[in-house]
């Protein structure tokens, strides 16, 4: 336990001083390994990540590229935080088939993901759980994966994003929702303080 929060107490200031990242690349190390690359999406939301991954498995003879939209949930700072997303995957297999003797077809099918992240200076650090539904091919239905991955920085917050433009997009946004919100009412025949009526 003392050996928790001697962990903790160091640590804590490079998660205050760390910088968040608009791309990193680094490698995936775990139940298989391959290469993964991260790219925050701001138009879409301000903590969303596209990532891909090129894998190849350490317990089959087959290798996958997954592209996941992701969503980060900042713990402490924006320097920690917890994600979750879903997407695609599509692979090569040279697994046999011991039924009929032939090399099972490539997986396809759909991926999910939910983990924990932390980025140091221009170090970052992440553990998941990836299960992998192959809708077609691959020697399994489910796959389970679990990994760490490190990554190097390459683009800072807003290096290559705008930071104004950042803030135009979340403040159409907002005037978007607000004008939506505004139309329900007048539909519904409610002024803005009347919450308690519903909306027809």
Do not use: C
Not at 19 to 26: P, R, S, T, V
Not at 101 to 114: D, E, H, L, Q, Y
Not at 145 to 156: D, F, P
């Amino acid at each position: 336990m003392k050996q928790g929060f001697l962990l903790l107490f160091i640590l804590a200031p490079l998660l205050v001083t760390a910088q968040a990242y608009d791309a990193a690349l680094g490698i995936r190390v775990g139940t298989e390994w391959g290469a993964t690359a991260q790219l925050r999406l701001p138009q879409i939301h301000k903590n969303f990540v596209l990532e891909g991954i090129v894998l190849s498995s350490l317990q089959k003879d087959e290798g996958t590229l997954t592209l996941l939209g992701k969503q980060h949930q900042p713990l402490l700072s924006r320097r920690l935080n917890l994600f979750y997303g879903a997407g695609l995957h599509a692979g090569w297999s040279d697994e046999i088939d011991q039924e009929t003797g032939s090399a099972f077809n490539g997986p396809k099918g759909v991926t999910g993901i939910v983990g924990l992240e932390a980025t140091f200076a221009r170090i970052n650090v992440s553990y998941d759980f990836k299960p992998a539904l192959n809708v077609t091919g691959g020697a399994s239905i489910l796959d389970t994966h679990t990994a760490v991955s490190v990554r190097y920085v390459v683009g800072k917050r807003y290096s290559i994003w705008n930071r104004d433009k950042e803030k135009e997009i979340r403040k159409r946004r907002r005037d978007k929702d607000r004008e939506r919100r505004r139309e329900d009412r007048e539909r519904a025949g409610k002024r803005w303080f009347q919450f308690w009526k519903p909306v027809n």
